[in-house]
């Protein structure tokens, strides 16, 4: 192996000697003027160096044992391995994160060989995306067993910083549904703010999802593969009763990629000078509706089709929710009628049916 340190001498009497790096080109004074100490000086920063280098020969050689590509995989293609255990909108986003430019320094770089400075230099360059997805993609290494070790620690890992998200208003949806000039598209609006779904699953939506006589919908969320049920009121009925009766309810939504309607979603509300939002503020919308007028967050979790309370409980953190006094909450219970041989005074009484106070 090729030493990368080698010893100069310099001065008059040839009595200065310094050390040079062969890679950077750097020369550092070893501040003695005796040559066989400086000899040594310089074969310590060689052995130091070829150590590191021999223990990782060592571990290559042992693990080509079990694994034969441990020698050649690089992040590229530890990445393309990610991208095909994805599916759907899942793997197209994965395709838009893979083009990452923070990522570049790191394509080509073996994983074997890859230090926790290499990751805090992309971390570095890159966004909230690349810490999501680098992170993602260490991980999915480390159990794929292509790596032994991780390279960088947990803790040195930045923290998220997520834009600040918040729901559509009801002014805000009015307006847009008001200057919105295609039907279909204007209805696709609205049926979000009555639902709360997702851009994908209502653009999806079929005639066949609705039950007109018990008045549900339901569908499986693209997502996460679970069922939502959600009865329909009054204003989504009539809504959905100008829909198509059969197949797709919005057929040139439904036929649309999910960054166009947003990319249409996007240019109405520049038109309109709203800012801030996005198609997915009507879930966020929805959710701090259903908070603030107290519908129970387990009908919300089924609605939305959330398999976590902590997921909903995110969606609403805004909803601002006024609570009644308990002398008011029981004035508004109703009595039941006595039945014979009860005590007078002490009826029982019940909320009542409508379950509202």
Same mark, same amino acid.
């Given at each position: 192996?090729?030493?990368?340190?080698?010893?100069?001498?310099?001065?008059?009497?040839?009595?200065?000697?310094?050390?040079?790096?062969?890679?950077?080109?750097?020369?550092?004074?070893?501040?003695?003027?005796?040559?066989?100490?400086?000899?040594?000086?310089?074969?310590?920063?060689?052995?130091?160096?070829?150590?590191?280098? /021999?223990? /990782?020969?060592?571990?290559?050689?042992?693990?080509?044992?079990?694994?034969?590509?441990?020698?050649?995989?690089?992040?590229?293609?530890?990445?393309?391995?990610?991208?095909?255990?994805?599916?759907?909108?899942?793997?197209?986003?994965?395709?838009?994160?893979?083009?990452?430019?923070?990522?570049?320094?790191?394509?080509?770089?073996?994983?074997? !060989?890859?230090?926790?400075?290499?990751?805090?230099?992309?971390?570095?360059?890159?966004?909230?995306?690349?810490?999501?997805?680098?992170?993602?993609?260490?991980?999915?290494?480390?159990?794929?067993?292509?790596?032994?070790?991780?390279?960088?620690?947990?803790?040195?890992?930045?923290?998220? !910083?997520?834009?600040?998200?918040?729901?559509?208003?009801?002014?805000?949806?009015?307006?847009?549904?008001?200057?919105?000039?295609?039907?279909?598209?204007?209805?696709?609006?609205?049926?979000?703010?009555?639902?709360?779904?997702?851009?994908?699953?209502?653009?999806?939506?079929?005639?066949?999802?609705?039950?007109?006589?018990?008045?549900?919908?339901?569908?499986?969320?693209?997502?996460?593969?679970?069922?939502?049920?959600?009865? /329909?009121?009054?204003?989504?009925?009539?809504?959905?009763?100008?829909?198509?009766?059969?197949?797709?309810?919005?057929?040139?939504?439904?036929?649309?990629?999910?960054?166009?309607?947003?990319?249409?979603?996007?240019?109405?509300?520049?038109?309109?000078?709203?800012?801030?939002?996005?198609?997915?503020?009507?879930?966020?919308?929805?959710?701090?509706?259903?908070?603030?007028?107290?519908?129970?967050?387990?009908?919300?979790?089924?609605?939305?089709?959330?398999?976590?309370?902590?997921?909903?409980?995110?969606?609403?953190?805004?909803?601002?929710?006024?609570?009644?006094?308990?002398?008011?909450?029981?004035?508004?219970?109703?009595?039941?009628?006595?039945?014979?041989?009860?005590?007078?005074?002490?009826?029982?009484?019940?909320?009542?049916?409508?379950?509202?106070?």
């Amino acid at each position: 192996m090729k030493t990368r340190y080698r010893l100069i001498s310099r001065g008059s009497r040839g009595n200065a000697f310094y050390s040079v790096d062969t890679l950077t080109g750097r020369r550092r004074s070893l501040g003695d003027a005796d040559r066989d100490s400086a000899e040594q000086i310089v074969a310590a920063q060689n052995q130091a160096l070829r150590q590191p280098s /021999l223990n /990782l020969q060592i571990a290559r050689a042992y693990l080509s044992g079990s694994d034969s590509g441990v020698a050649t995989r690089t992040w590229q293609q530890a990445l393309e391995g990610l991208l095909a255990t994805k599916h759907g909108s899942t793997q197209q986003r994965w395709l838009r994160a893979s083009r990452d430019r923070a990522l570049d320094p790191l394509r080509g770089r073996l994983l074997i !060989e890859t230090q926790g400075e290499h990751f805090l230099a992309a971390l570095a360059a890159g966004s909230t995306s690349t810490n999501v997805h680098l992170r993602k993609l260490h991980n999915f290494c480390l159990d794929m067993g292509w790596i032994l070790a991780p390279v960088l620690p947990k803790r040195q890992w930045p923290k998220f !910083e997520f834009k600040e998200k918040r729901a559509i208003t009801a002014a805000e949806h009015e307006a847009i549904v008001a200057r919105e000039p295609n039907p279909e598209t204007r209805s696709f609006y609205q049926l979000l703010w009555h639902l709360g779904g997702s851009q994908t699953d209502v653009a999806t939506l079929t005639a066949e999802s609705v039950d007109w006589t018990d008045r549900v919908i339901s569908y499986v969320r693209h997502k996460t593969g679970v069922n939502s049920q959600l009865h /329909l009121g009054e204003q989504a009925l009539a809504l959905l009763a100008g829909l198509p009766r059969q197949g797709l309810l919005f057929p040139r939504m439904a036929a649309m990629d999910e960054k166009y309607r947003a990319t249409e979603f996007r240019k109405r509300c520049r038109g309109l000078g709203i800012s801030g939002i996005s198609l997915h503020s009507y879930r966020y919308a929805w959710a701090e509706r259903a908070k603030t007028c107290g519908y129970p967050e387990r009908f919300a979790q089924e609605a939305l089709g959330h398999n976590s309370k902590a997921v909903h409980r995110a969606y609403a953190r805004k909803a601002s929710v006024l609570l009644p006094s308990l002398e008011e909450f029981e004035a508004r219970l109703t009595p039941v009628i006595a039945f014979p041989g009860d005590t007078p005074g002490t009826e029982r009484r019940e909320f009542p049916k409508s379950g509202k106070l």
